[in-house]
């Protein structure tokens, strides 16, 4: 993103290139079995890396007790979720002989754009 800042008497502008990281520390994780519990799936979380936060198994709304076939995972840090990420994403690992989609997740809320307005620019 380009921001032209201009001083307040109009004598000056500068542009300044700023750009918005997410921090990679939630994984999305697909093909996970229909009939697994939150608690099933919250062992195996932990039994493949630390610093598992929080771990949300999406459930399907119309049958309560089974899940959607996904879920998300925060983790307390990059390295954490990268360290789990590549140890699911092995060829051997399997989810009751599924393999999983592990990807990094999408933000759970779009980034404010408008962070750019609010820099204030002293020369």
């Not at 939630?26 to 493949?48: H, Q, Y």
């Not at 598992?52 to 925060?74: H, T």
């Amino acid at each position: 993103m380009m921001v032209t800042m201009i001083a307040i008497d109009g004598s000056q502008s500068r542009t300044l290139r700023c750009s918005l990281s997410d921090t990679k520390y939630r994984l999305f994780i697909g093909n996970v079995p229909k009939s697994w519990t939150d608690a099933e799936f919250t062992k195996l979380v932990d039994e493949t890396g630390p610093g598992a936060e929080n771990v949300e198994l999406i459930k399907d709304p119309q049958n309560p007790s089974r899940n959607r076939g996904f879920a998300f995972i925060e983790y307390y840090n990059n390295a954490c979720a990268d360290y789990s990420r590549q140890r699911m994403s092995s060829a051997n690992f399997k989810l009751d002989g599924n393999t999983p989609t592990v990807t990094w997740a999408d933000p759970k809320s779009t980034p404010d754009h408008s962070a750019a307005s609010q820099v204030n620019f002293n020369s």
